[in-house]
């Protein structure tokens, strides 16, 4: 049984960091590319970062450039996001996301909000 499980939100103010987590279990997670995506309020979701399988390659969203970093540990089956400089518009629900042979899976979200 394929299993995310996304970890790390809460409250920071602006300028703060968080680390997200998600731990992947029920696939071989090292032979997948990994995502987080992040739905805001009335918005739809959408992709933040995405990491290769070995964690070479990296893309990220114009908004989240030079403040937020993806990474994976294989070893320990997790997938992070390192999220600094934080904005109120990052406020939202963290998704980590990975697209199996067998379709995509998500996790069931964190909320991250960036308030003073």
């Known amino acids: 049984q394929v299993q995310l499980v996304e970890s790390g939100g809460g409250w920071v103010q602006p300028g703060g960091s968080l680390r997200l987590s998600c731990a992947a279990s029920g696939f071989a997670f090292s032979r997948y590319p990994m995502r987080w995506y992040r739905q805001a309020p009335g918005e739809e979701r959408k992709m933040v970062a995405s990491i290769s399988t070995a964690g070479i390659s990296t893309n990220y969203a114009d908004s989240v450039k030079g403040r937020f970093t993806i990474s994976r540990d294989n070893a320990k089956n997790t997938l992070y996001l390192q999220m600094n400089s934080l904005k109120p518009e990052d406020t939202a629900v963290y998704y980590c996301?990975?697209?199996?042979?067998?379709?995509?899976?998500w996790g069931q979200g964190t909320q991250v909000t960036v308030s003073s």
């Open positions: 996301y990975a697209l199996l042979n067998t379709g995509g899976s």
